[in-house]
């Protein structure tokens, strides 16, 4: 059994994260480390996992584990492990953007690798450490892959997404307060949304001569779990040759589906799945991205990834069922 240790325990991904491993074949959960819940039993924060375990919250870290998951905030993680000697062997597995940008892919003698499968898998296989993507950068990175595996990226991408208020965690904000939420609907950070340095990141890494623009609206939709996504771009290629060349790159990705059929976000909330909706529009490609935030977004990808290290299938513990209706 793969022995595991998650931190941040009290938090959305985390709880994710938790159900996941309690029903995994292969691994045993060894410790939840929570700074503000130590002592209190897990259920006290994740009261669906009743019945499911008798785990409770810790302050301190058990140093015989294979894999440690930090389910914390921007900049907790790189703290974390200045605090905490976490032994070298041990897999880290950041949900954070703490380690996702290559300049900042160190820390110590570790070496982050960019958790995302459907782009790095051979590499991931080989990780001590790896950074697992955001949300919608998971979203769009997916979307546009395919065309910059091919150097077709030749114009601006023009990006529109709304996601669920799970992606802004768990602490209480003025638009993830229900009498903002509820009937609501708003865009933010419009052109300069956090996630958009790691999708260049993987564009260019793809395609090096890509320099146009990602222009990203993000919106804030008045539901709680999921993430929807457009964008398009100019491209000769027929709808044809598109779906053959999205349905090629995703040949063996085991969660990443291509259709030309009508797409609805519930078909992605509570699996891990990406779903890809092509359509063509005069010599605009137009794709459509849906997924889990908390699953393929987070919690999800980061088993995926685990998977992918201990040499295990890499859907073990992630074949969700989806709720849809
Ligand atoms: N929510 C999503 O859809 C999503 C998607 C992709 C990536 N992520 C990333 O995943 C991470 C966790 O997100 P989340 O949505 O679960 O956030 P969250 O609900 O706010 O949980 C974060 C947890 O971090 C812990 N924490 C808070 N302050 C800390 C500190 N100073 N030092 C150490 N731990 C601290 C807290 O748990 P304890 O009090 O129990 O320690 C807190 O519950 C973030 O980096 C986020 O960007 C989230």
Redesign the pocket.
């Known amino acids: 059994m793969i022995k595991a240790g998650i931190?941040?325990?009290?938090?959305?991904?985390?709880g994710e994260l938790i159900r996941l491993l309690l029903f995994h074949p292969k691994v045993e959960i060894k410790f939840i480390?929570?700074?503000?819940?130590s002592g209190s039993p897990a259920t006290e924060?994740h009261p669906d996992l009743i019945g499911d375990t008798n785990l409770h919250?810790s302050s301190s870290l058990e140093k015989d584990i294979d894999v440690l998951f930090l389910?914390?905030?921007?900049g907790?993680?790189r703290?974390?492990l200045n605090e905490h000697s976490i032994p070298k062997d041990v897999t880290v597995i950041d949900?954070?953007?703490d380690f996702r940008l290559s300049e900042s892919s160190s820390f110590e003698q570790r070496s982050f690798v960019y958790g995302l499968p459907e782009l790095h898998s051979n590499a991931i296989k080989k990780a001590g450490s790896i950074a697992?993507p955001?949300?919608y950068a998971t979203a769009i990175q997916l979307a546009l892959l395919p065309l910059a595996s091919e150097k077709l990226l030749k114009s601006d991408v023009h990006v529109h997404g709304i996601t669920g208020s799970?992606?802004?965690?768990?602490?209480l904000s003025e638009t993830t307060h229900f009498s903002w939420r509820h009937a609501n609907i708003s865009h933010y950070k419009a052109f300069q949304h956090q996630h958009l340095d790691e999708i260049e990141q993987s564009l260019t890494g793809l395609q090096p001569s890509f320099s146009s623009s990602i222009n990203f609206i993000p919106m804030r939709g008045n539901f709680t779990r999921g993430i929807f996504t457009t964008a398009y771009c100019h491209c000769d290629l027929t709808i044809e040759k598109a779906v053959d060349l999205y349905r090629d790159y995703y040949l063996d990705a085991p969660f990443t589906h291509v259709t030309t059929n009508e797409v609805e976000l519930k078909q992605a909330v509570g699996s891990n799945k990406c779903i890809l909706k092509l359509e063509k529009h005069g010599n605009k490609l137009l794709i459509t991205s849906i997924i889990d935030?908390?699953l393929k977004?987070?919690s999800g990808q980061a088993v995926q990834n685990m998977n992918l290290i201990f040499g295990l299938d890499e859907a073990s513990g992630i074949q969700l069922k989806t709720n849809r209706f």
């Open positions: 931190v941040g325990g009290s938090g959305y991904a985390a480390f929570s700074s503000s819940m924060a919250f389910c914390t905030g921007h907790q993680s703290n974390f949900l954070s953007r697992n955001g949300c799970t992606g802004a965690g768990k602490s935030n908390l977004g987070a």
